[in-house]
């Protein structure tokens, strides 16, 4: 199932797909700019596994984590840093792969804020943190792109608003804005952590006729990923 490659785990066939990434804050619009290319292009869409994150044999970590960060926090986060790791290694048929989100902002941005806002405890941090080193060093993960959808937190709010996700509706615009700021800092500022791929920067703040056309006018050097 594995070979090595640079010293580092390879799942066989996977150094011949272009994987990009779509960053950016929650309801920033990343569903629907994955739904443009998957109906628009011949690349594999790949969500992220939100419906594991809400169903761990009958528990839903999701939302605990949001009614009790501190307790719960490490238990999501260990859990989705697994499963962005499966999306990452997932064996799929056409030559590019297009992801929502990585294991990079699972934990430069989530896992980072929660520490950060005082939510998560430091041996909880540390412990992640030395998963993810692991990770990252011994298996191969590439990146050819990061598209990040810049929104402002009080846009992603009043979107947050007006779509029916139960866990959402106890998020508030200073949790929006602390995630702005975390991606600002790695992705446009670079000043917080090392980037794995070049980064293509959308304005996201428009309504969705906009967006559409800024994906089209987009598209070739999103999909200029494929051929470095």
């Not at 990252?136 to 792109?145: A, S």
């Not at 106890?170 to 446009?188: F, K």
């Not at 794995?196 to 428009?206: E, F, Q, R, T």
């Not at 006729?209 to 089209?216: A, D, G, P, V």
């Amino acid at each position: 199932m594995f070979s090595s490659f640079q010293g580092k785990l390879v799942q066989n066939g996977q150094k011949k797909k272009a994987v990009i990434c779509i960053e950016g804050n929650i309801a920033s619009g990343k569903t629907t700019c994955l739904e443009y290319f998957s109906k628009t292009t011949t690349l594999e869409v790949l969500a992220e596994p939100i419906s594991k994150w809400r169903n761990v044999h009958g528990h839903n970590p999701l939302a605990l984590m949001y009614q009790d960060p501190e307790r719960w926090g490490i238990t999501l986060q260990t859990y989705i840093q697994l499963t962005m790791l499966d999306r990452h290694l997932a064996s799929v048929s056409a030559p590019v792969m297009m992801m929502e989100r990585s294991i990079f902002s699972a934990k430069y941005i989530f896992v980072e804020n929660l520490y950060r806002s005082g939510k998560m405890p430091e041996v909880d941090y540390a412990v992640l943190s030395e998963w993810f080193h692991w990770i990252t060093t011994n298996i191969y993960l590439p990146v050819d792109l990061i598209v990040y959808l810049q929104t402002s937190p009080q846009t992603c709010h009043e979107r947050l608003k007006q779509r029916s996700r139960e866990e959402e509706k106890v998020i508030p615009l200073e949790y929006l804005e602390s995630i702005h700021q975390l991606y600002e800092d790695w992705l446009i500022k670079c000043t917080s952590f090392t980037l794995p791929a070049p980064v293509l920067v959308i304005p996201s703040d428009h309504d969705l006729q906009k967006m559409l056309h800024q994906y089209e006018e987009h598209r070739d050097k999103i999909l200029a990923a494929s051929h470095p």
